[in-house]
């Protein structure tokens, strides 16, 4: 239980630690950039989880807060694995669904990898190239929690560093009851078709690249990421 999971965007950034998040510099080993769970980097994680692995399933995001979890966006993502969409709680988040829909209408994320994926944890990707190199991003942006959105499988989150409000374009997908990253890590939507190629990119064969964990042996291509509805 005291295993450190970072999640690294630009390095992968989510560092955080089961039963606890703990603040690790730049997890992904000397690098800067958006976080993984927890806030920085590269997950090292095998959290326990219930993984709903059911294909094309709604996530199981805990909605019993106060927000509103309306869907006011749709995100279609076209991987080299498959195709999935999430829907974006834009009234409860705004900043954040804001600024990933800014990079998605930019066209940031084709062509970029899932750069980090661990099983029964999260895949992670929006911050590299398929040569590992980091991506300029715009500006970070405040944490947002959304009250009653648990990381649960198929909610997407926003990586970062161990400073809360360091967020920029890196994001990840649970696979599993990620819940110990609550209150920490902004989740902002949920898989609404497509959750069984999710989880196939979690299932991947995985190697060290330079400093870099957990990076899929055959790169993982988001080939185009767009709005389909707004």
Do not use: W
Not at 7 to 18: D, H, N, R, W, Y
Not at 20 to 27: L, M, R
Not at 31 to 36: K, L, R
Not at 198 to 208: D, F, G, K, R, Y
């Amino acid at each position: 239980m005291g295993k450190t999971i970072i999640l690294g965007l630009c390095s992968v950034f989510l560092v955080a630690v089961l039963g606890g998040c703990g603040d690790d510099d730049d997890a992904y080993s000397g690098s800067d950039g958006d976080s993984d769970s927890d806030s920085d980097g590269d997950s090292d994680s095998d959290s326990d989880s219930d993984s709903d692995s059911d294909s094309d399933s709604d996530t199981d995001a805990d909605s019993d807060g106060d927000a509103d979890l309306t869907v006011t966006d749709t995100i279609e993502f076209v991987t080299t694995l498959g195709t999935f969409t999430v829907g974006l709680y834009g009234n409860a988040g705004p900043i954040t669904v804001g600024n990933f829909v800014d990079y998605v209408e930019d066209g940031f994320y084709d062509g970029l990898i899932f750069h980090r994926v661990i099983p029964d944890f999260m895949v992670q990707g929006g911050g590299f190239d398929d040569g590992m190199n980091q991506q300029s991003t715009n500006a970070p942006i405040n944490l947002e929690i959304i009250p009653g959105l648990s990381h649960q499988p198929g909610v997407i989150s926003m990586a970062r560093t161990s400073a809360p409000n360091s967020a920029t374009s890196q994001f990840f997908i649970c696979v599993a009851d990620d819940s110990f990253l609550d209150g920490d890590y902004a989740a902002f939507g949920a898989v609404e078709s497509g959750y069984d190629v999710v989880e196939a990119i979690s299932l991947v064969t995985t190697e060290s690249v330079g400093v870099y964990d957990d990076v899929p042996v055959d790169p993982i291509y988001m080939t185009s990421v767009s709005v389909v509805t707004k």
